[in-house]
């Protein structure tokens, strides 16, 4: 299967810096990338669609200059959440589209703990 | 919203079959059948998708209704490691996928 990376694993910051979350294509090249959130004991929650080269579209409710995505390469896409509080404490996982001729199937990576103090 | 209903639990016994249903009878013509699993703490992993057919890889099997309004994962040989959040989905090509709340599935020893 397709392999997705993340980094850094988990972080731990201070309230008021930025993290920047960095998502990666492995083995294939991909022009739309999604991020999603998760809470504990939720389910995946959507916050954005990012496509290569272009702005990404936001879910109803996701601040999109708190959560700033860069998808700059077909193999990379970027979340820096801004001002980070506590209340942005979360497990933050992105998904990578892999085409094979006309299917395309998700691929996630193993997600980012992020615990803001 | 999710498109798909799953029972909120199943147990199994360890080298057993796992038969996880979905149902999904809003689905429409073009959309497939995504099945993802999440082990604690970790990115969901893709397990198998299909359309209309039945499908098989080397994970699970996937049976489609022939209306594809329900269908059925099948882990012929459940282990331990199999314990996860079972996740049905439909959804089309490089549309968003919506997550509901899946089955938590555990195989017990």
């Known amino acids: 299967g397709a392999v997705v990376s993340q980094h850094p694993s988990r972080v731990i910051c201070k309230s008021g810096t930025s993290v920047k979350i960095e998502c990666r294509s492995l083995?294939?090249?991909?022009?739309?990338m999604f991020w999603y959130r998760q809470f504990p004991k939720q389910s995946l929650m959507l916050m954005a669609t990012?496509?290569?080269?272009?702005?990404?579209?936001?879910e109803q409710g996701v601040e999109k200059d708190k959560f700033l995505i860069n998808h700059a390469s077909l193999t990379l896409s970027t979340l820096t959440v801004t001002s980070a509080h506590p209340e942005d404490s979360s497990f933050y996982i992105c998904?990578?589209?892999?085409?094979?001729?006309?299917?395309?199937?998700?691929?996630f990576g193993p997600g980012t703990r992020l615990l803001v103090l | 919203d999710a498109k798909t209903t799953q029972p909120t639990s199943m147990d199994c016994a360890e080298g057993r079959a796992a038969n996880l249903p979905c149902n999904h009878s809003?689905?429409?013509?073009?959309?497939?059948v995504y099945w993802y699993r999440q082990i604690h703490s970790q990115g969901p992993q893709y397990i198998i998708h299909?359309?209309?057919n039945n499908e098989t890889n080397e994970m699970a099997s996937l049976i489609i209704t022939e209306d594809r309004k329900s269908s059925t994962l099948i882990l012929p040989h459940a282990t331990l490691r199999d314990t996860a959040v079972y996740y049905c989905?439909?959804?089309?090509?490089?549309?968003?996928?919506?997550f509901g709340k899946g089955t938590k599935l555990t195989v017990n020893p």
């Open positions: 998904s990578a589209n892999n085409a094979r001729g006309s299917q395309e199937t998700q691929y």
């Open positions: 299909g359309l209309k």
């Open positions: 083995d294939f090249q991909a022009t739309t």
């Open positions: 989905i439909v959804g089309g090509g490089s549309e968003k996928l919506v």
């Open positions: 809003t689905i429409s013509g073009n959309e497939y």
């Open positions: 990012s496509n290569e080269g272009s702005k990404a579209t936001y």
